[in-house]
C-alpha cells in the first residue's frame, strides 16, 4: 500500500511539472529561437564552383599509389630453433579442487 502510494505522489508530482511547463503556451504553433530573427543573405554561385577544371582532377594527379616493396623471408623467420618450444619452461600443474566449508554451508546462501 505504501508503495502504491509513493507512486501515486512521484506521478502527480510529474504530472504537475508538465503541465506547469505548458502554462504560458499562447500558440499551438512551435516557435523558433530568436536567433531566427536575423536575415540570411542569399547564396551567390561564384565562377569556382562551375569551373570543369577544378572538379575534374583525375585521380593520379591527387595521389599516385606507391609501388610496395616485394616481401623476402628473412633467416629467423625459417629457422626451426625460433620456432620450437622450449621444454625448460615447464607448465604450472594446478592442484585439485576441494570444497570449502562456506560453498556448503547454507547460512551464506540464504537470502
Excluded at 3 to 17: D, E, K, S, Y
Excluded at 69 to 80: F, G, N, R
Amino acid at each position: 500500500m505504501k508503495t502504491r502510494f509513493n507512486h501515486f505522489i512521484a506521478m502527480t508530482i510529474f504530472a504537475v511539472t508538465i503541465f506547469a511547463g505548458n502554462v504560458n503556451a499562447s500558440d499551438n504553433r512551435a516557435k523558433a529561437s530568436s536567433h531566427d530573427a536575423t536575415v540570411e543573405t542569399s547564396l551567390a554561385i561564384e565562377n569556382w564552383m562551375t569551373d570543369e577544371s577544378v572538379w575534374n582532377v583525375q585521380a593520379k594527379t591527387i595521389a599516385a599509389p606507391e609501388a610496395e616493396t616485394e616481401l623476402q623471408l628473412e633467416s629467423w623467420m625459417t629457422d626451426e630453433k625460433a620456432w620450437k618450444v622450449s621444454s625448460t619452461n615447464s607448465v604450472e600443474k594446478e592442484g585439485q579442487l576441494t570444497l570449502e566449508n562456506w560453498m556448503i554451508d547454507n547460512s551464506y546462501w540464504k537470502i
